[in-house]
């Protein structure tokens, strides 16, 4: 082995990624070259240095605390969500038995269904006037819509999404 | 060392466990994300981002004896993101030669170490700290970054190259000066 081949493998040497004839080779060209021993050495010092350095990379002395303080926020504002995903379950869950006991409610529900009846009636009329390409148009936008109100919801409602953890 | 009493603890929702966890972690990931970002605001952010992170998904850690791996990955990760999110700083002549200058008047290795760290590409520091901090080896490293083993090989040379001279110069320039 020449010093240029020692050169280009040394790096992996140091590391122990060589293939160990590869090793014996590089190891053999070492005890004999004093030059590619020296840059041997130098690169597992540099190694170390590098190590010691981060270790010695000064921390101010709040910031645990900062970290602890943003952790406890995002632990409120999961518990906040939470609480309102919550209220949102039983709002619609107890919705129909509040329905139960009161007139004026059901008058209210009375006057939706019948406006919500009228207008599928004119919608029924329209499409007689409309061409099948408008149709297609509309139905289509209004699918879009309800994919794009889906995806906002999933968004406000949505966990921390383990797969960026763990990929 | 890990404590893993005190990790199986914080996974079971102890928040006593779990702030002795973060403080104890803090100083670890800072100064990882800071051989990484060479920023101190940005360092910062990312301990806040990776604690949060460590926060909401340690009840899925399955062995608390992974931790250590868990939470370097995390790191990893929040910092390769970061780095790219950042606009991209070409090596100015005027920090090589604030560098190679004698300006320490305190021969302060660590100091030149640290210096020279930052003054690489980004590329050449993050496979050296990913390398020498992290300890992972170069098939791992192939996976993080998603580049080939040979290109990890020949990008970790390059980058122990130019630091040894950035150090070689710098110690010349202080013999001289």
């Known amino acids: 082995m020449d010093c240029r081949h020692c050169l280009e493998e040394i790096s992996e040497y140091v590391d122990e990624e060589l293939t160990p004839w590869a090793e014996k080779d590089i190891q053999s060209h070492l005890l004999s070259c004093p030059e590619c021993h020296k840059y041997f050495r130098e690169l597992k010092e540099m190694r170390l240095e590098i190590i010691d350095s981060i270790n010695k990379v000064p921390v101010r002395s709040d910031l645990g605390a900062m970290v602890l303080s943003a952790v406890k926020t995002d632990h409120t504002k999961k518990m906040q969500r939470l609480t309102w995903v919550t209220v949102a379950v039983l709002i619609l869950l107890g919705s129909p038995l509040l329905f139960l006991f009161s007139r004026r409610i059901l008058t209210l529900v009375r006057l939706i269904y019948s406006i919500g009846l009228t207008f599928l009636g ?29 995806y906002v919801m999933r968004g406000l409602l949505r966990e921390p999404d383990s797969r960026e953890v763990f990929s | 060392m890990i404590d893993t009493y005190l990790i199986e603890r914080a996974r079971g929702g102890d928040e006593d466990a779990l702030s ?148 070689s110069d710098q110690k010349l320039a202080h013999e001289e000066g």
């Open chain 1, 122 to 150: 004119l919608v029924q009329t329209a499409l007689g006037y409309l061409s099948p390409l408008t149709i297609f148009a509309t139905v289509t936008a209004l699918t879009v819509l309800m994919c794009l109100g889906l």
């Open chain 2, 20 to 167: 002795a966890l973060i403080l104890n972690y803090t100083p670890y990931v800072y100064r990882t994300a800071f051989a990484f970002l060479h920023d101190s605001m940005e360092a910062e952010d990312v301990v806040q981002e990776v604690f949060i992170k460590v926060y909401r998904s340690l009840p899925q850690l399955s062995e608390a004896r992974a931790f250590h791996s868990w939470l370097s990955k995390i790191i990893t990760h929040q910092c390769l993101d970061r780095a790219k999110k950042k606009q991209a700083t070409p090596i100015s002549d005027e920090s090589l030669e604030a560098l190679a200058s004698p300006a320490h008047s305190n021969y302060d290795r660590r100091l030149i170490i640290k210096e020279a760290l930052s003054t690489l590409s980004e590329e050449h520091r993050t496979v050296l700290v990913l390398r020498e901090w992290q300890g992972y080896d170069y098939h791992e490293i192939s996976l993080i970054l998603g580049i080939p083993l040979g290109t990890v090989k020949s990008r970790i040379s390059s980058a122990r190259m130019q630091m040894r001279k950035l150090l």
